[in-house]
């Protein structure tokens, strides 16, 4: 009879440390602590530990671990990486013991994502959707001087619709972009009771109406008058308005198509048919040629010559002679024209209460109407 070969120590060792299953909690030596000599002073930093689940050697179910510099998080894990729903707690201080809630939700990659709720150390807080670690969808920021701010955002910053609610009780209910006001918008000023209503430029009013909405508190008392002053008009107003708000959207239409999110610029059916059209074109590595487009343009019963498609790739900071264009940029391009037509209609297109009407009203079915 054959001897059963003994299996080596080494082997019988390395199968023990291998983690799967419900296991107890695994520690983690700090590192040493090193003095000004650059020796060792004999003591050690702060180590590690994680107690939970494990598949395939790698933290994967319910755990929770601790971190050298005092952090704790309970949670989800997938393949050794915060995934799912978990609690993230931070130390309070450098030397304390206390921990405090820091964020509570969705993980996905080590990062936040998904909806959760962030506390921030000055008592602001953030309350909505955010992906792969930045706030991004629709959420809720209360600021720490009282200030709270409901809408979307992108990239960590307020874009898109969304309304600013100071504590002072003024409120800005409009259109942002990379966190600055920007488009059609409207600010009501509690102090004086007035409203303005229109395009809003880098964070500040550029062309509108100024309206008093309520009753100034102030001038609860009729102030006296003494002197006639002939009344002074503003010949034909509404066109002066019209040619106002049309010089500014004209100004910005290239910057807000190149840095809106394609999301905000199309709904999800708009742009699912323009990426159906555009796949119909694309190359084999995603991406379309400036011939290309042309004939894109041409299937979707747009005419534009070459050196307006040049004018209007540049507008938007794409080199017409050597581009390849990612879906994105045929998304802004398209943006880009659709806006243009919006700016300069033509006079039968033109109703009567066009005036103070926001742009995107005019989008409606006109992606439709070029994919049909």
């Known amino acids: ?7 080596q120590l080494w082997k019988i060792s390395h199968a023990k440390s291998f983690k799967h299953g419900n296991r107890s909690t695994i520690y983690w030596v700090g590192q040493k602590k090193i003095g000004e000599d650059n020796l060792p002073t004999g003591e050690r930093m702060h180590g590690a ?5 494990w598949k395939g050697d790698a933290k994967t179910g319910y755990g929770i671990q601790t971190y050298p510099n005092g952090n704790k998080y309970e949670g989800q894990w997938e393949s050794g990486k915060r995934a799912g729903e978990g609690v993230l707690w931070i130390r309070v201080g450098k030397t304390g013991n206390k921990l405090r809630k820091l964020f509570v939700g969705g993980w996905k990659d080590d990062k936040r994502h998904g909806k959760g709720t962030c506390f921030f150390r000055n008592g602001e807080y953030f309350q909505g959707d955010w992906e792969l670690g930045k706030m991004h969808g629709t959420g809720q920021m209360r600021y720490a001087n009282g200030d709270m701010y409901i809408g979307s955002w ?5 874009s898109g619709y969304g309304t600013l609610n100071k504590a002072n009780g003024d409120s800005y209910e409009g259109y942002w972009l990379k966190d600055k006001r920007e488009g ?4 009501f000023y509690a102090e004086t009771g007035k409203v303005f209503v229109g395009e809003w430029v880098n964070d500040l009013p550029k062309a509108g109406v100024y309206s008093q909405a309520q009753t100034n508190p102030e001038q609860a008392v009729a102030v006296p008058q003494t002197s006639k002053l002939p009344p002074v008009r503003l010949t034909g107003p509404a066109e002066v308005l019209e040619g106002a708000l049309s010089m500014v959207r004209q100004e910005r239409t290239a910057y807000r198509a190149k840095h809106t999110p394609i ?3 199309f709904t999800a059916e708009e742009l699912a048919d323009l990426k159906d059209a555009f796949n119909a074109a694309q190359q084999a590595d995603g991406t379309i040629q400036m011939l290309d487009l042309q004939g894109l343009y041409q299937s979707l019963g747009i005419t534009i010559s070459p050196p307006e498609l040049t004018v209007l790739c540049q507008s938007i900071d794409i080199e017409a002679e050597t581009a390849a264009l990612s879906f994105t940029d045929f998304a802004r391009t398209i943006a880009l024209i659709l806006d243009q037509e919006v700016a300069e209609p033509g006079e039968e297109d033109i109703p009567e209460d066009y005036i103070g009407q926001e742009d995107d009203q005019f989008y ?9």
């Open 364 to 372: 409606d079915g006109q992606i439709d109407q070029l994919i049909n």
């Open 154 to 158: 992108n990239d960590g910053d307020r």
């Open 263 to 265: 999301e905000s610029l």
């Open 184 to 187: 059609s918008g409207s600010y």
């Open 49 to 53: 530990s994680y107690h939970g689940e």
């Open 1 to 7: 009879m054959k001897k059963e070969k003994k299996e």
